[in-house]
């Protein structure tokens, strides 16, 4: 029996259907508020509460963990910003559920671990799928480099409940417009990317409201330079400056 074949409960392969492509948070215009019901990274007393809607099959996700959150560390470290991550099921769905189910079955601690050598094993997992590899070796590896054996894995991937947990994350944040990954949401205000009238380039908008720094809007762009200053400026409001 193929992994793709026993990762998946009725459940997962129904909602699967109507996945919406894995795509820039830049594209997306919903408009939902959700907080997150994730795994959280950082402490619970953070000014700043980033909730990323993500999926570990999801290409733009891998390229803003790889090229964005170094330069989010320091404030999670510091204890100025919280991260949640929601999980969604975008990309090739059967890979997500199981990466989302491997990290669900090792230690709590080590979730956001593992999360990361998912993110950095994407392209290896999808290459070796195009070319008709072992895909299920790759998970195997993971897993054992996280502290599980074979069968642990094995038992996660058919874990019903932890399979209807990770399918009722993606059918929640679709209930709040939330289609497309990476997005985010700030303190529980939706960022959105969108042109304010007589622009030429797209701007972020937080709960609706376009974010002004030093009198100029904050151009839409998922780089480290940009969360940095959206972070900052968060920070500042929180303080009261």
Partial sequence: MTLTRRIFTATALAA???LAACGNSSDNAGGGTMAGTGRSLGSADAPVTMTEYSSVACVHCARFHDEVYPA??????AGQMRVVLHEMLNGPPQFAVAGFALAHCVPEERYFDTIDVLFEQQQAIFDTARSGGN???RYVTIARSMGLSE???DACLNDTEINSAIVASHEAALAEGISLT???AFNGEL???RNAPGASQPTYFLGGEQVVIDGEPLPARQDGETFSRLIDHLLAQSAGG
Avoid: C, D, K, M
């Avoid at 989010?72 to 470290?77: G, V």
């Fill in 16 to 18: 699967a259907t109507a």
């Fill in 72 to 77: 989010l560390e320091p404030y999670i470290e």
């Fill in 135 to 137: 895909v299920r070796a």
């Fill in 151 to 153: 069968a642990q894995l």
């Fill in 182 to 184: 990476p997005n985010f």
């Fill in 191 to 193: 960022l959105e990317a």
